[in-house]
Antibody, heavy 127, light 116 residues
Framework: QVQLQESGPGLVKPSETLSLTCTVSGYSVSSDAYYWTWIRQPPGKGLEWIGYIYHSGITNYNPSLKSRVTISVDTSKNHFSLKLSSVTAADTAIYYC???????????????????WGQGTLVTVSS | QPVLTQPPSASASLGASVTLTCTLSSGYSDYKVDWYQQRPGKGPRFVMRVGTGGIVGSKGDGIPDRFSVLGSGLNRYLTIKNIQEEDESDYHCGADHGGGSNFVVVFGGGTKLTVL
């Protein structure tokens, strides 16, 4: 059974860098079949896609966060990580990691849904 | 990119049926939408994907037959029949837009379903 678990500091000061890790068990992050994704949810609000990484290191980020986001993968530890720089109170949220299926057909590649998700970790930005 | 609109709340009595709606903004009627269930204090869980032809692919693991989807025009519907207490959750819809470096995933604001 595939499981994802987020970890990292629950409190980050304004202007500093938020760093989280998603540890994957029951499946290899080196698989060709999946993207590894970060999504966040501010308290009482909807979901916001942050970005994804492929095992090769290819990334794609939400344009609204692109200048501050870095997602990396460590295949030896079977985990992937998120760094978000210059945080403000607006970055306070529950951060989720999730796996997303990828398949290719006729020379094009497509995405499936996010499944499974981690349980999430609350990160508060405050001095 | 599309905007996904969901009513903030819905309610239904135990054993009744309810239909949740996710509405795509104009011009995106051919888009597929993914539905996710989020129980209180938990991470979201995939329910199923829906296009104008109905379900795309398979349901998420453990999603009961009481859950079904339908797509029509700009609307993507999730219907739950014989509602149970464990169905009380937030329901989110999401969709992909663009490709390559312009790829983005957008979500609706979520609907909180209360079981009466």
């Amino acid at each position: 059974q595939v499981q994802l678990q987020e970890s990292g500091p629950g409190l980050v000061k304004p202007s500093e860098t938020l760093s989280l890790t998603c540890t994957v068990s029951g499946y290899s992050v080196s698989s060709d079949a999946y993207y590894w994704t970060w999504i966040r949810q501010p308290p009482g609000k909807g979901l916001e896609w942050i970005g994804y990484i492929y095992h090769s290191g290819i990334t794609n980020y939400n344009p609204s966060l692109k200048s501050r986001v870095t997602i990396s993968v460590d295949t030896s530890k079977n985990h992937f990580s998120l760094k978000l720089s210059s945080v403000t109170a607006a970055d306070t949220a529950i951060y989720y990691c999730a796996r997303r299926g990828r398949y290719c057909s006729g020379g094009n590649c497509y995405t499936n849904w996010f499944d499974p998700w981690g349980q999430g970790t609350l990160v508060t930005v405050s001095s | 990119q599309p905007v996904l609109t969901q009513p903030p709340s819905a309610s239904a009595s135990l054993g009744a049926s309810v239909t949740l709606t996710c509405t795509l903004s104009s011009g995106y009627s051919d888009y597929k939408v993914d539905w996710y269930q989020q129980r209180p204090g938990k991470g979201p869980r995939f329910v199923m994907r829906v296009g104008t032809g109905g379900i795309v692919g398979s349901k998420g693991d453990g999603i009961p037959d009481r859950f079904s989807v339908l797509g029509s025009g700009l609307n993507r519907y999730l219907t739950i029949k014989n509602i149970q207490e464990e169905d009380e959750s937030d329901y989110h819809c999401g969709a992909d837009h663009g490709g390559g470096s312009n790829f983005v995933v957008v979500f609706g604001g979520g609907t909180k379903l209360t079981v009466l």
